[in-house]
């Protein structure tokens, strides 16, 4: 019996960005984290294909700044160069998306450097559990 359902499509930093417009932070974290377990489950030789794509302004850049660095940093961890896009998003002043004393220490010690050279300080834990 053959399905005539929608196909299982895995999120793109893309259509990430897309969701993240209007959300508010919790509700961010937890796409981000949907993300993060899609990517992780897809085969190394279709990942690049997730995050080729330039996600449009979400209406805050400290998200699309965010994005850049998500898609450079798992691009870098699969031995890969970023996509072209991420070079243009930086921000002018440090970002701590988890701003209490502890998070602030811990994400200046393990900020991944995709996301240090561009002022957002969160930690790969963070990343991780987001």
Do not use: C, I
């Amino acid at each position: 019996m053959q399905s005539h359902g929608a196909r299982y499509e895995p999120l793109t930093v893309a259509r990430l960005g897309a969701l993240l417009v209007g959300a508010d932070e919790t509700r961010r974290w937890r796409l981000v984290a949907e993300f993060l377990e899609e990517y992780r489950w897809e085969p190394l030789e279709k990942r690049a294909a997730l995050l080729n794509e330039e996600p449009s302004a979400t209406g805050d850049e400290h998200w699309d700044v965010f994005l850049a660095a998500l898609a450079e940093h798992l691009a870098a961890k699969d031995g890969r160069g970023a996509p072209s896009w991420v070079e243009t998003r930086s921000l002018r002043r440090f970002w701590f998306p988890f701003n209490t004393p502890a998070a602030r220490v811990d994400a200046v010690v393990h900020a991944p450097a995709a996301f240090r050279r561009r002022g957002v300080y969160v930690s790969t834990q963070e990343l991780n559990v987001a």
